[in-house]
């Protein structure tokens, strides 16, 4: 039998990526209204507590983020209980989570109250992300069309909320509310469609936590990483070089993340069909994922070649001419996103075989290039250093290391063979013959 990524996948991402490109689209223009309206201190204070708050989410999370599915799918008759465990786990951490993020800040800006009360406010966005939990459920049954109907609605009101509070000229603490109201509603609405589509009652069971976390517990180190890697060239380019250097840098970076989001649906849509493709035999497991690494890596490179030509039309529309020095890095940094990408699907790979003990150590060497290359080349070249160093070290963990470590050289393999252009073509003619 070969089950493939298609129909019911297709579907599910489809709704995922529509619904994410109304989000962007509305996220965009809110946040450069809103940058204006706060300016470049209060917004600056925003995205510092945004960021504390990332360092400390793969803790919150455990993990379970990218393992929930496949406990889902491999338990079905459990949903209720493995559902249950996740959320009282996820929730138990997110408490954790706020009492570090008020000791940090207690620490990193004594005496200054507005940081520490926007830090907390921001802080709380981790309970409410913590009630999302059955999100994964959704994802489980192919039915993202409901999770995405819920995060767009939730998006939409939060916008308006925002669009009310640069009316009102409200204060930064009612911005810093924003981000929890969100995940708040998204997690009401989710679970009220759980419920009324027949999802099993809640239920802790501390074996079926203790089995959750020996798998998960290889992604909370693997997030922490990311983490570090995401954040580490911005702090070490303001430390190395200037807030203005940083500020072109992130210009940048964040043009580069615009459609991140259709890169997570498909990886988040095709995460379950490659789980019970491997249950259903071999052959049409390594189809689905080098049919994965296909898609992921010939659309990033269609991105890539759209942000070379037309960065300085990109930057000039969403910044303005003051961040003509964004251009370059843009062209440059771009392209770490298709090896970033290559990464993610693999991902995807390693809970198939459950390969978790290898992904904290690939994470980690790769935070450690990170930081080493960033250090040699930031000096001398600014923020081309840092887009050069983010580019080989994607280029060197999600490539190079698969061929040094010995566990994933497999996964290299079926990722060079979707990246072959015939193999795309043939699965392209396959598809349409039976769609008609």
């Known amino acids: 039998m070969r089950i493939k990524l298609k129909s019911a996948t297709l579907v599910n991402a489809s709704w995922i990526i529509i619904c994410r490109v109304i989000q962007a689209v509305l996220g965009l223009a809110v946040t450069m209204i809103s940058a204006r309206y706060l300016g470049p201190s209060n917004y600056g204070l925003i995205n510092y507590a945004a960021s504390i708050m990332n360092f400390v989410l793969p803790i919150m999370q455990l993990g379970l983020n990218s393992t929930l599915v496949q406990e889902l799918v491999s338990h079905p008759e459990g949903e209720g209980e493995t559902l249950g465990t996740a959320l009282l786990m996820s929730i138990f951490s997110a408490i954790v989570g706020i009492l570090a993020i008020l000791s940090f800040t207690a620490v990193a800006n004594p005496g200054d109250s507005v940081t520490q009360v926007v830090c907390l406010l921001y802080g709380l966005g981790l309970l409410t992300r913590a009630l999302e939990m059955t999100q994964y459920w959704f994802q489980a049954k192919l039915m993202s069309k409901y999770t995405s109907l819920s995060v767009l609605a939730a998006y939409v009101i939060v916008s308006a909320y925002k669009i009310y509070l640069l009316v009102a000229g409200k204060s930064i603490y009612y911005f810093a509310v924003a981000q929890s109201i969100d995940y708040l509603l998204i997690a009401i609405s989710l679970l009220v ?244």
């Open 193 to 436: 469609l759980y419920k009324k589509m027949g999802g099993q009652s809640f239920r802790f069971s501390k074996k079926r936590a203790k089995e959750m976390l020996d798998k998960s517990k290889f992604y909370i180190v693997s997030g922490i990483m990311i983490t570090i890697f995401a954040h580490t060239d911005k702090i070490m380019l303001n430390l190395m070089i200037g807030e203005a250097e940083t500020g072109f840098y992130s210009a940048a970076v964040a043009c580069t993340t615009m459609t991140n989001f259709v890169f997570v649906a498909i990886v988040d849509s095709a995460r379950p069909s490659v789980l019970k493709s491997k249950q259903a035999g071999q052959a049409a497991y390594e189809r689905n994922i080098s049919l994965l690494y296909s898609v992921v890596f010939y659309l990033s490179l269609v991105q890539c070649l759209i942000f070379t030509f037309f960065a300085p039309l990109i930057i000039h529309i969403l910044y303005g001419a003051e961040y003509d020095n964004s251009i370059g890095i843009l062209r440059l940094a771009v392209w770490y996103t298709t090896f970033s990408y290559l990464g993610s699907a693999r991902t995807v790979w390693i809970l198939a075989e459950e390969k978790h003990n290898i992904l904290w150590k690939v994470n980690l060497i790769g935070a450690l290039c990170n930081v080493l290359l960033n250090s040699i080349l930031i000096p001398p070249y600014g923020a081309m250093g840092a887009a050069t160093a983010s580019l080989i070290t994607q280029f060197f963990t999600n490539v190079i290391l698969g061929y040094i470590i010995k566990p994933v050289r497999e996964n290299n393999r079926l990722m060079l063979q979707g990246i072959n252009p015939f193999f795309l073509l043939a699965e392209a003619k396959s598809f349409r013959k039976k769609a008609l």
